[in-house]
């Protein structure tokens, strides 16, 4: 059945993928970006199923401007995908307060700026669907990750409790959780690496950005087998809360919970026993 997709982030990688194939599928797309001219363009120009919009995820203005454009083009939104995306890496003395509040600002804020526009109309629709794209990132820190990490994190905490204030009126969330994916994330478009500014992480920052910069265009996922897989979470009546995405991001998830079993296991003894002693008896 046809629906209403908004997609942030549409100009390129994940994002195109996902509003090429959901044009193919005969949805109609709210596509989004911040130059919505080159969004269409990428999708191959003008198409009656087709809404190309400004977008800077990091306005709340913009996210209200765009669902109004989306409701006045085809009358409801069916399905929220929160695509946007960048990276900010570095070891965390490296990063500026700036750039970690910019990387929030835009991977955390984002999502919640035109989550906060669509919400209203998908609680009169008494229908909805909200997508979220974390990472791996967001359930396993790595050293060189901890502005992109605590984003993912934080929209980790957001969209699931988010999930328990909308459910009673039948708007589902999934959160999806990617590995490595051929996308655009490591290209400098997306990606602010770090200058070497501490003496005792220079040589570990040139090593790390030369050993993630190789990895562009050399990571297992495809992209567009991703963006396959979310059209299908979207059509599906009772959607994952959760969905891993590839074999590396699945694995990792499956250490990460096995290690949390470990350390609340191993603070039993000592914090299993701390409630107020009852003195009343």
Not at 4 to 12: C, E, K, L, N, S
Not at 64 to 77: M, P, Q, S, T
Not at 92 to 110: A, H, K, S, V, Y
Not at 132 to 140: E, K, N, Y
């Amino acid at each position: 059945m046809s629906k209403v997709i908004f997609i942030t982030g549409a100009g390129r990688g994940l994002g195109t993928d996902i509003a090429r194939q959901a044009l193919e599928a005969g949805h109609q797309v709210v596509a989004t970006g911040r130059r919505p001219e080159q969004v269409e363009k990428t999708l191959g120009g003008p198409q009656d199923n087709l809404l190309a919009t400004k977008l800077d995820v990091t306005s709340l203005d913009d996210a209200h401007a765009a669902v109004r454009a989306a409701i006045d083009r085809f009358g409801r939104i069916d399905v929220l995908i929160n695509n946007a995306g960048n990276f900010f890496a570095g070891f965390f003395e490296e990063i500026t307060p700036e750039n970690m509040r910019r990387q929030i600002d835009t991977n955390l804020f984002g999502p919640m700026n035109i989550t906060r526009a669509a919400l209203p109309i998908m609680r009169e629709q008494r229908d909805g669907h909200i997508i979220t794209l974390s990472s791996i990132a967001g359930l396993v820190g790595a050293e060189f990750n901890a502005a992109y990490a605590a984003s993912k994190f934080g929209v980790e905490g957001w969209m699931e409790s988010l999930h328990h204030d909308i459910k009673p009126y039948n708007i589902r969330t999934t959160i999806v959780e990617p590995g490595f994916f051929r996308t655009e994330l490591l290209v400098d478009a997306s990606t602010t690496w770090p200058e070497p500014t501490i003496d005792d992480y220079a040589e570990r920052t040139t090593a790390t950005v030369a050993a993630w910069k190789s990895i562009n265009g050399q990571q297992p996922g495809d992209p567009a087998k991703l963006a396959h897989a979310l059209l299908t979470i979207a059509a599906q009546d009772q959607p994952p809360l959760r969905f891993l995405a590839g074999a590396d991001a699945i694995e990792g998830a499956t250490a990460k919970a096995k290690e949390l079993l470990a350390q609340a296991e191993a603070s039993r003894a000592l914090g299993g026993n701390l409630a107020y002693a009852d003195t009343t008896t």
